[in-house]
């Protein structure tokens, strides 16, 4: 019978546990998806680096620049909410992270889609697979990564070598 209880009472606390994660995963999920979000209303950059902690760690998606910093994720989102229009962010499919150790929920936000839109400066269009993730404490995004072809979709939409373009 004691046994019995004490399953018991391991099983409640495991289900109130499970409960907190899942509740801090869609309180996490709205700041993640809130934050994606300026990047298809470029005007919102201010609401954008409000949700960015100051001691942010980002792994960006452009060739060579590996952990950026706080004034590296803010450089890297001017740079496509002021070169590109008409942003947005397709089939989207957001899931719980997980402690890499022990495997269990642990609030952090993860994401899946295809973005699309086009250069400002060539009017040429994108698309191009993604994956995002995203740790936030406080309401604010602490550390954060993006993994996608960054530099092949500028080369795709950036203007042609001048050795290419049409000689008058």
């Known amino acids: 019978m004691r046994n019995l ?4 009472l391991i099983v409640m606390l495991s289900a109130c546990s499970q409960s907190d994660d899942l509740d801090l995963y869609h309180t996490n999920v709205a700041i993640a998806k ?13 609401t954008f680096k409000s949700l960015i902690h ?11 620049q590996g952990l950026t910093d706080y004034a590296g994720v803010l450089g890297q989102a001017e740079f496509y ?13 957001w899931l719980p992270g997980v402690d890499t150790v022990s495997l269990q929920s642990n609030g952090s936000v993860r994401v899946y889609g295809t973005w699309t839109g086009e250069s400002i400066e060539t009017g040429k269009s994108f698309s191009v697979d993604s994956y995002h993730y995203f740790d ?14 960054a530099t092949g979709m500028v080369m795709a939409v950036s203007a042609p070598p001048s050795s290419e373009m049409e000689v008058e």
Request: charged residues 25%; proline residues 4%.
């Open 5 to 8: 209880l004490l399953l018991s």
């Open 34 to 46: 809130k934050a994606m979000a300026c990047y298809e209303a470029p005007t919102d950059f201010e």
């Open 54 to 64: 100051e001691d942010i760690k980002h792994q960006s998606p452009m060739y060579g």
């Open 81 to 93: 909410m002021k070169g590109f229009a008409n942003v947005k962010f397709n089939n989207a499919v």
């Open 136 to 149: 936030i404490e406080d309401g604010k995004i602490v550390m954060s990564g993006d993994y996608f072809d």
